[in-house]
């Protein structure tokens, strides 16, 4: 809404319909419901993916599918900005090890399912991808990256742009 108040011409996309449904009431003008691999063809300059953005395409996997599915939907120097973070402190021991299997599936890969008011949803993959990985894949898929802020809670904003 913000992007939008500012003049930004604005396409807000959500798989869930309910999302849909919220975002149209409080008057987001240009609204879709499609899954992340399914925006339709068009070009846009920007595609902002917030509140740890990345973790939509569940894992590694699907950050290298959604990279190169993204390069398709930017127009020439368009950009990515999206945020996510590297959970690894989840896996340190009393003495700051880390201790987890390096030959199994990321660390940052997780699978959730949520449950509310009794019902219990499918479960579904979201991917916390540590700064290093996201460069390695970026720079792979033919990005540009640079590191726009950072904490110290490894909790980044990173800037992805087309070649």
């Known amino acids: 809404m913000e992007l939008q108040n500012r003049g930004f011409q604005v396409k807000a996309v959500d798989v869930s319909p309910g999302a849909v449904q919220v975002m149209e009431e409080r008057g987001v003008r240009e609204v879709a419901c499609h899954d992340l691999f399914s925006v339709p063809a068009a070009h846009y300059d ?20 959604f990279l190169e599915y993204a390069r398709t939907l930017l127009l020439p120097g368009g950009q990515i900005l999206a945020t996510s973070s590297d959970i690894a ?7 700051g ?26 479960p579904f993959h ?4 540590g700064a290093g990985i996201v460069q390695d894949y970026a720079e792979a898929a ?12 490894e909790q980044y904003l990173v800037r992805l742009t087309v070649r």
Do not use: K, S
Not at 46 to 65: D, F, K, R, S, W
Not at 143 to 152: G, L, P, R
């Open 97 to 122: 090890a880390l201790v987890f299997n390096l030959n199994g599936p990321y660390h940052g890969e997780v699978e959730y399912r949520m449950t509310y008011n009794g019902e219990t949803g499918a």
């Open 142 to 153: 033919g990005y540009e990256v640079e590191f726009v802020a950072e904490d110290e809670q």
């Open 89 to 95: 402190y989840l896996f340190e021991d009393e003495d």
């Open 46 to 65: 920007t595609i902002l993916m917030l509140m740890n953005g990345l973790g939509l395409v569940g894992t590694l996997e699907g950050l290298e599918q």
């Open 126 to 129: 979201w991917l916390f991808a």
